[in-house]
């Protein structure tokens, strides 16, 4: 083989050799440029064990909670119209006696004083006094009545000696006049004085 020749075979087999270098190494470029992706969770193969759970969501605090609460309650302890039951039945209130019309309220509530009324002849003031305090306590009420003509009359009313235990009412109906033919319309209640005393 002739000098020339075995130059030029060298040259090709060069030239080769770099041409696949360079194809290998613009393939080793591309694969160490890109990051590598993180498989997909359908790609993902399932892990062997107990699954873990999914976390349990904290329950969020509920601003209308307390007043479903208090409407339970309200609803518990009322009637269908939506006035207070009075729970304990057997334990009469002033509107179980059917006085009338209340013309007096006196000691914070406990004492109600009805307008005159006529009953067997007799003009005749109901009252009624309802313990509305902790402990036992006696009442001394006064009522001053008057009719036409300066008519006036003062009548006084004591609790028994046992007095008016707590949640309970003491009804009483205080005798003005012997009987008379005089309506009822003609007396008024010119005042009412209440004396309370717990023991």
């Known amino acids: ?16 050799a770099s041409a696949l270098l ?44 307390e007043k479903r609460a208090a409407e339970e309650e309200r609803r518990s302890t009322s009637g269908a119209t939506g006035d207070a039951v009075q729970k304990n039945t057997s334990v009469p209130g002033p509107s179980d006696y059917q006085f009338g019309t209340v013309d007096f309220r006196k000691g914070n509530g406990d004492v109600l004083v009805y307008k005159p ?46 007095g008016v235990y707590p949640a309970t009412t003491w009804p009483q109906e205080i005798t003005i006049t012997e009987k008379t033919d005089a309506p009822a319309k003609n007396y008024t209640i010119k005042s009412v004085d209440v004396q309370r005393d717990e023991r």
């Open 1 to 16: 083989m002739s000098t020339c020749a075995t130059k030029t075979t060298r040259i090709a087999i060069a030239f080769t």
């Open 22 to 65: 360079a194809s290998c190494g613009s393939a080793e470029t591309t694969g160490a440029g890109q990051k590598p992706q993180a498989p997909s969770a359908s790609e993902t193969p399932a892990q062997s064990g107990t699954p873990t759970p999914a976390p349990t969501a904290t329950p969020s605090a509920d601003p209308l909670a």
């Open 117 to 162: 009324r006529k009953a067997g002849g007799r003009i005749t003031v109901p009252v009624t006094i309802t313990n509305n305090g902790p402990k036992r306590a006696f009442y001394t009420v006064t009522v001053t009545v008057t009719a036409p003509g300066g008519i006036s009359f003062m009548k006084t009313i004591q609790t028994s000696t046992t």
